[in-house]
């Protein structure tokens, strides 16, 4: 059972990571300071497998990579919101951070309630409430790379045909 | 069936593809530059593994070319040593990156090209569906050939009419950017269409795909009709036949429509692309340097309309004119014709092919206070140098008018 931190719209990289902090791209080091700003509770209370739910255009703002990877160095399982800005959309699958797209999750699902997700299902669950949401499922090979860690590492050990195998 | 990037998509695939799938492809060709492949090279040795196709992978030094220091200098050392141990045949220094990737024939209708550069979009304008990555994403692609895409929802940009005078495509562009904003088409694919661009030559269409990555897009794209069949025969190494498309019953999520002939010249002002005015409204700011170049505006014929207002007279003395052809082969055709002879006449300074001032390296920095009017994309502070400084953005006939004068200037008086 996982805990749902609440954000709202258009959240940008740099309230999800301050440019300042970007010195380091080691994960756990860029989690300490992961939404310092806009909610400084999150970083020393959030748990394993907690996770971030946002409203619409979440990760607009800079190309970087640190603000995935500050998410998930935090353990965070998954982030669910109304819609992502393009490039953090593709720099959360290529480093390994899984998300949902699923604007009725977003706006049904409040700051603290119990939330269950099946990532190759595309289902959400808030046990809170009782309430259940479809995202649409992330395809297979998007799992893969998830799950390897990111694009890089999932290279390392595997070849590509067997992202689409 | 369906929007232009849907086609295109649906074409690879050999089925039907929608807005919103995630799809993974093969990619015809992954572009990369003496700025973006060092960061490529880590991630690919991180991975390990061969190369896939070193034929698909092309590689440009434009961006610090020739070299302005010795770390640049060293950079590109270690990516030609790069370029020797793999046996990669695709390197040019020859210009600008995008304008070399046209040239050289790399963009085809219904072609997926990836570049480590965000005016990738720029292939758009011949049918080709062209976005950039981060480097990591290029060196895993140099691994696969492959890449993933979410496809993208689509906004219709019809423009219509006949433009005045004076107006440009770089005009209607930016009228466009004051109209939909920087955020307006984010992760969207704009699509151009309308009388304007049925009749508008490729080189001129190329400005509204370059341009479109400036309001967040994913690509923009131009559907291939004969005007870019034979821009490719004629001006490209692009080997045919090629395939012509259309959209087929698209659904757009938006349609918007600008009326080109009720537009006049305009100007980007400091410091964002979209605090678009009528240039009118700018007339006599003074300007320190003026700067024809980069992959929007430095075609040959962009070229040309410079040199028809700059012929038989004079920049300002304290006006610096720096013209950078996007290619080599633009700065051939621009010499045998005349075009470099008259802007060194007029007392302009014309500078290697590249990306020369436009990302504020070498080749024309800007100082603290000063003021530059430039053909370039983008005006963000600090691009050409000094955090200090302020570029406006035009056509490059409004750059040769502002040239002349020393301040910001109406072009259409020259025109005769
Ligand atoms: S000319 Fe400017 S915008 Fe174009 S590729 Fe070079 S640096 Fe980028």
Redesign the interface.
């Known amino acids: 059972m996982s805990r749902a931190w609440k954000f709202g719209e258009s959240l940008n990289t740099d309230e999800i990571i301050p440019a300042r902090f970007n010195l380091t791209i080691v994960p756990q080091e860029l989690a300490q300071k992961v939404f310092c700003e806009v909610r400084p509770d999150f970083a020393p209370g959030v748990q394993p497998d907690d996770v971030v739910v946002a409203d619409a255009?979440f990760g607009?703002g800079s190309?970087r990579?640190h603000a995935p990877i500050a998410i998930r160095g935090a353990g965070v399982k998954v982030v669910i919101a109304a819609s992502f800005?393009?490039i953090f959309?593709?720099?959360a699958?290529?480093i390994g951070l899984p998300i949902m797209e699923c604007p009725e999750a977003a706006a049904g699902i409040s700051d603290g309630d119990e939330v269950d997700v099946d990532l190759t299902q595309g289902k959400i669950y808030n046990r809170t409430r009782g309430t259940e949401f479809q995202a649409?499922p992330?395809?297979a090979?998007?799992l893969k790379i998830s799950e390897a860690g990111g694009?890089?590492n999932f290279?390392?050990t595997h070849d590509?045909e067997e992202?689409?195998a | 069936m369906g929007t232009l990037v849907e086609e295109i998509f649906s074409r690879r695939l050999g089925r039907t593809v929608n807005a919103g799938e995630i799809v993974m492809v093969n990619v015809d060709a992954i572009m990369s530059h003496d700025n973006t492949t060092p960061l490529a090279i880590k991630a690919f040795s991180e991975i390990g593994k061969p190369i896939r196709d070193t034929s698909k992978i092309v590689i440009h030094f434009d961006h610090a070319y020739p070299a302005p220091n010795q770390l640049a200098a060293e950079n590109q050392q270690k990516i030609v040593r790069f370029i020797q141990a793999q046996g990669i045949d695709n390197f040019y220094h020859r210009g600008v990156c995008h304008q070399v990737m046209i040239e050289e024939g790399y963009v085809k209708p219904g072609g997926i090209v990836i570049g480590a550069d965000s005016h990738t979009v720029t292939y758009g304008a011949l049918g080709c569906f062209s976005t950039g990555l981060g480097s990591s994403e290029i060196g895993a692609a140099w691994v696969t050939s492959k890449c993933w895409f979410k496809i993208p929802e689509t906004i219709l940009v019809r423009l219509e009419g006949n433009a005045p005078a004076g107006v440009y495509s770089k005009d209607v562009m930016l009228a466009l950017a004051g109209q939909l904003g920087m955020d307006g088409g984010t992760y969207r694919s704009l699509e151009f269409a309308g009388s304007y661009i049925d009749a508008l030559p490729a080189h001129a269409r190329i400005v509204f795909s370059n341009m479109s990555v400036e309001l967040g897009a994913k690509c923009g794209l131009i559907a291939p009709d004969q005007i870019t069949l034979d821009y490719l025969a004629s001006e490209t190494k692009a080997q045919g036949p090629f395939d012509q498309f259309t959209a087929v019953n698209p659904r757009y999520e938006r349609t918007i429509t600008i009326d080109v002939s009720a537009l006049q010249p305009m100007v980007a002002c400091h410091p964002d692309v979209d605090q678009v005015k009528p240039l009118a409204e700018m007339i006599g700011l003074t300007i320190d340097q003026v700067y024809l170049g980069t992959c929007t505006n430095a075609r040959y014929e962009d070229l040309e309309i410079a040199a028809g207002i700059l012929k038989g007279r004079q920049v300002s003395r304290f006006t610096r004119t720096l013209i950078t052809p996007a290619s080599q082969t633009i700065y051939e055709k621009a010499l045998a014709a005349g075009l470099i002879q008259i802007f060194l006449d007029a007392g302009c300074t014309v500078n290697a092919p590249g990306c020369g001032a436009c990302i504020g390296r070498h080749g024309g920095i800007l100082a603290p206070g000063e003021r530059a009017f430039t053909t370039m994309n983008r005006n963000f502070i600090g691009r050409m140098g000094s955090a200090e400084a302020e570029i406006y953005l035009g056509s490059p006939a409004a750059a040769a008018a502002t040239a002349i004068e020393g301040r910001i200037a109406d072009p259409r008086p020259y025109l005769a």
Do not use: G, H, Q
């Open positions: 255009n607009c190309s990579e800005a393009r959309f593709r720099n699958i290529n649409a992330l395809p090979f998007v694009i890089v290279l390392k590509v992202l689409t």
